[in-house]
């Protein structure tokens, strides 16, 4: 017989009692972390050939328009007043559409939070 247990989380931890302002900083900034630890572990990963990029002509502008069209609605929340302008010429380039997409949201992402000043 096998037996499976849950074991409690920080976040589930967390989830039981009221959130205090103390954690406020911590519940904002750990998605974050997460990203950033992810995109270190894809470049170490990348280095050391265990992820092969997968590299094909991507016409650039539709994977920038694509990716920023899904990024939008997040966007929009923080900064209504901000606007993407892409150029509408052909720009293909070797790369893989998969990395550049994660490129362009992190380049994306990094604008919603930045405080616009």
């Known amino acids: 017989m096998v037996v499976v ?12 009692s009221p959130p205090t302002p103390a954690a406020a900083p911590i519940e904002r ?5 997460v990203r950033l630890v992810d ?11 265990v992820i092969t990029l997968k590299l094909e002509r991507v016409e650039l502008y539709e994977v920038a328009r694509q990716t920023a ?3 939008r609605t997040r966007m929009e929340e923080r900064h209504p007043e901000l606007s993407l302008s892409l150029p509408e010429r ?3 380039v070797d790369g893989d559409p998969v990395r550049l997409e994660q490129v362009i949201t992190n380049l994306l992402d990094n604008c919603v939070e930045c405080p616009i000043v």
């Open 5 to 16: 247990a849950s074991l409690p989380t920080p976040c589930s931890c967390c989830a039981r």
């Open 29 to 33: 900034q750990s998605p974050r972390l």
């Open 39 to 49: 995109d270190l572990l894809d470049v170490a990963r990348i280095n050391h050939g």
């Open 69 to 71: 069209e899904a990024s």
């Open 90 to 92: 052909t720009m293909i």
